[in-house]
C-alpha cells in the first residue's frame, strides 16, 4: 500500500469559534460537529449500522472526531466512506488519520482528485483580496495537496453517493475545481460545503462568535468567480427545505430559500469582492 502523506505546509492554524466542540443534530438523521470553525457532518440515523462522514475536520481532529462518532453511533462505530466537499487543509486536515482508524474509502469529484492524490497544489490563497482578518491572513494557510494515494476514489459519474443512496452529488465549482454539494430530493436535504456559507468566514470577529448571516464562498481560497455565482444559481433552484454548511449554522425553511435567492440575484454586488488576485484576473 502506498504510504498516504499530508502537504509539506500542513500545520495547526490558531482559529476558534464559540461553536467549537457542538454537536447538532439537525435531523434525526443529519448531525454536525463543529471542529474549531469548520462543520463536519454524519449522515445516517444513530440507532443504524449504516452511516457516512462528510468531510474531515481540521490538522489533529481525527481522536475528537472519532469520540464524536462513537458518542453518537456507539463505541467501535466507523463509517461506510468519507465523502468529500472538497480537499482543502480544514477538510481534510485529519483524514489520514481517520482513514488509518477506520480503513474506509474515501470519495471526491474526479476534478479534485490531483489535490487529494498529492499531484498539484491548490491556487495561492489570495491575501490581498477584500475582506478581513481571515483573509488578510490566508497567506499561512496550507495549500500543498494530501496524498491519499488509492484510499481515495472518484464520485461516481452518475450522480449517486457510495453508501448514500438517497443523495445525489451536485457540482458547485468556483472555491474549488471539483467542489460537490450532497442533495436529497426526498426532504430537500443539502449539504453544500462552502458552494455559499452561514458566517462571514473571512472576517475574525464573527468567525469566532459564528455570526449567522448567508454569505458566497470564503473569498481567500475562491478563484473562479463566475463559476462561485453559477454554483449558487443552481442550488437556489433546487429550493431546499434544510442545508448544512462547511462554516456556520444551519437553516431551514423560508429563512434558507430566501437568504439563498437573494444571494443569488445580487450575488455579484454582496458575495463578489471588489478587489484580489482572482478578481483582477477575471478583469
Known amino acids: 500500500m502506498s504510504r498516504m502523506q499530508y502537504g509539506s505546509d500542513y500545520k495547526n492554524i490558531p482559529t476558534y469559534s464559540t461553536e467549537s466542540g457542538n454537536v447538532t443534530e439537525v435531523l434525526p438523521d443529519l448531525c454536525t460537529y463543529t471542529n474549531k470553525i469548520v462543520n463536519l457532518h454524519m449522515v445516517g440515523h444513530p440507532d443504524a449500522q449504516d452511516f457516512v462522514l462528510v468531510d474531515a475536520g481540521l490538522t489533529n481532529s481525527a481522536e475528537a472526531i472519532i469520540k464524536v462518532v462513537e458518542d453518537r453511533f456507539g463505541e467501535g462505530a466507523r463509517p461506510g466512506a468519507i465523502v468529500l466537499t472538497h480537499g482543502h487543509f480544514d477538510h481534510v486536515g485529519s483524514i489520514i488519520e481517520l482513514i488509518e482508524h477506520w480503513d474506509v474509502p474515501v470519495y471526491a469529484h474526479k476534478l479534485e482528485l490531483p489535490y487529494l492524490t498529492g499531484r498539484t497544489p491548490y491556487p495561492d490563497p489570495d491575501p490581498t483580496v477584500e475582506g478581513g482578518m481571515m483573509a488578510k491572513m490566508s497567506s499561512i494557510y496550507p495549500k500543498e495537496?494530501?496524498?491519499?494515494?488509492?484510499?481515495?476514489?472518484?464520485?461516481?459519474?452518475?450522480?449517486?453517493?457510495?453508501?448514500?443512496?438517497?443523495?445525489?452529488?451536485?457540482?458547485?465549482?468556483?472555491?474549488?475545481?471539483?467542489?460537490?454539494?450532497?442533495?436529497?430530493?426526498?426532504?430537500?436535504?443539502?449539504?453544500?460545503?462552502?458552494?455559499?456559507?452561514t458566517v462571514q468566514q473571512d472576517s475574525l470577529y464573527k468567525t469566532m462568535v459564528q455570526k449567522k448571516e448567508i454569505h458566497g464562498p470564503p473569498v481567500y481560497f475562491t478563484n473562479d468567480w463566475e463559476a462561485a455565482k453559477a454554483s449558487v444559481e443552481k442550488l437556489a433552484s433546487i429550493e431546499p427545505e434544510t442545508a448544512v454548511f462547511g462554516h456556520g449554522k444551519a437553516l431551514k425553511g423560508e429563512e434558507l430559500r430566501e437568504g439563498l435567492n437573494t444571494l443569488a440575484e445580487n450575488f455579484d454586488e454582496v458575495a463578489k469582492p471588489s478587489h484580489g488576485r482572482y478578481i483582477d484576473d477575471e478583469k
Open 145 to 197: 495537496p494530501v496524498d491519499l494515494a488509492e484510499n481515495v476514489h472518484p464520485l461516481p459519474a452518475d450522480g449517486t453517493v457510495p453508501y448514500l443512496p438517497e443523495f445525489e452529488w451536485i457540482h458547485t465549482p468556483g472555491h474549488s475545481d471539483g467542489h460537490v454539494s450532497f442533495y436529497r430530493a426526498s426532504d430537500g436535504t443539502l449539504i453544500v460545503g462552502d458552494a455559499f456559507v
